[in-house]
T-cell receptor, first 113, second 112 residues
Framework: SQQGEEDPQALSIQEGENATMNCSYKTSINNLQWYRQNSGRGLVHLILIRSNEREKHSGRLRVTLDTSKKSSSLLITASRAADTASYFCATVGTSDSWGKLQFGAGTQVVVTP | NAGVTQTPKFRVLKTGQSMTLLCAQDMNHEYMYWYRQDPGMGLRLIHYSVGEGTTAKGEVPDGYNVSRLKKQNFLLGLESAAPSQTSVYFC???????????FGQGTRLTVV
């Protein structure tokens, strides 16, 4: 089974609104990463948050991490039509799972003008 | 920089045929990964490598083999293709697991 699970599976919003998606994972992690995938393309890295960090910002992106709940959230503020894509969380484990980069099933986001 | 390049981009195989997917990176990265992406399943890790000459199994390794003879290349082999291996395959590389991974553009494989 996959390490991460995103929620919701799909999200439809209007331009200017905020989009929030969540990721839950199962085992201890070293870091958690968020990626974006436009239709038919490869994945592009958005942000990385380490296990000892609680919040991180990058432009319009805000990521939080709660290791006690094994969960993370990605917030996209003031969304644009160009933000339409699938968003994936990925985790890097510790000890035996060090080096393994495992992804969740993703959240499909549609931003309408 | 080319980044991560996957060859080929598209392929149709008959059941039982074999093929090798090539992933090449020019960033001198230690870590390389092979994933498959199926609708609604996200990316599932097939095999990965933590350095030249090393390979390790991921979540769904059965039916695939890999080799990392050169640091810049990570090969994914299908010895006897099955329709269940119809998927989009992605390769990725990273300097360390604490840094971002760079992805290739994918290989769309259909097994008939």
């Amino acid at each position: 089974s996959q390490q991460g699970e995103e929620d919701p599976q799909a999200l439809s919003i209007q331009e200017g609104e905020n989009a929030t998606m969540n990721c839950s994972y199962k085992t201890s992690i070293n870091n958690l990463q968020w990626y974006r995938q436009n239709s038919g393309r490869g994945l592009v890295h958005l942000i990385l948050i380490r296990s000892n960090e609680r919040e991180k910002h990058s432009g319009r992106l805000r990521v939080t991490l709660d290791t006690s709940k094994k969960s993370s959230s990605l917030l996209i503020t003031a969304s644009r039509a160009a933000d339409t894509a699938s968003y994936f969380c990925a985790t890097v484990g510790t000890s035996d799972s060090w080096g393994k980069l495992q992804f969740g099933a993703g959240t499909q986001v549609v931003v309408t003008p | 920089n080319a980044g991560v390049t996957q060859t080929p981009k598209f392929r149709v195989l008959k059941t039982g045929q074999s093929m090798t997917l090539l992933c090449a990176q020019d960033m001198n990265h230690e870590y390389m990964y092979w994933y498959r992406q199926d609708p609604g399943m996200g990316l599932r890790l097939i095999h990965y490598s933590v350095g030249e000459g090393t390979t390790a199994k991921g979540e769904v390794p059965d039916g695939y083999n890999v080799s990392r003879l050169k640091k810049q290349n990570f090969l994914l082999g299908l010895e006897s293709a099955a329709p269940s291996q119809t998927s989009v395959y992605f390769c990725a590389s990273s300097d360390t697991p604490n840094t971002e991974a760079f992805f290739g553009q994918g290989t769309r494989l259909t097994v008939v």
